[in-house]
């Protein structure tokens, strides 16, 4: 018999990301920067936002420093609680 898990919150954030900008899972590491590494604009930061924040319900402040994948995850984890 298999167990289905749930995905973890780390993999929820990165498939909603790879999903609006279509980049590869090996870039979408928690250190990778938005718009050093990763290229993304502010749109795309912008239109991630509102994936994040329709997906886990939650607000995310426009004084909210995201600059990493790893900011999404770290806000969301502390959000959740």
Same mark, same amino acid.
């Given at each position: 018999m298999?167990?289905? +898990?749930?995905?973890s919150l780390q993999e929820q954030v990165v498939?909603?990301?790879q999903q609006r900008?279509?980049?590869?899972?090996s870039?979408?590491?928690?250190?990778?920067?938005?718009?050093?590494d990763l290229?993304?604009?502010? +749109?795309?930061v912008v239109e991630i936002i509102w994936d994040l924040e329709k997906r886990f319900r939650v607000e995310i402040p426009d004084?909210?420093?995201?600059q990493t994948v790893?900011?999404?995850i770290q806000f969301l984890e502390t959000t959740k609680k």
């Open positions: 298999s167990i289905l +898990l749930a995905p498939y909603h990301i900008t279509r980049l590869p899972l870039k979408l590491k928690p250190a990778a920067h938005l718009y050093q290229g993304l604009d502010t +749109l795309q004084n909210v420093p995201l790893g900011d999404f």
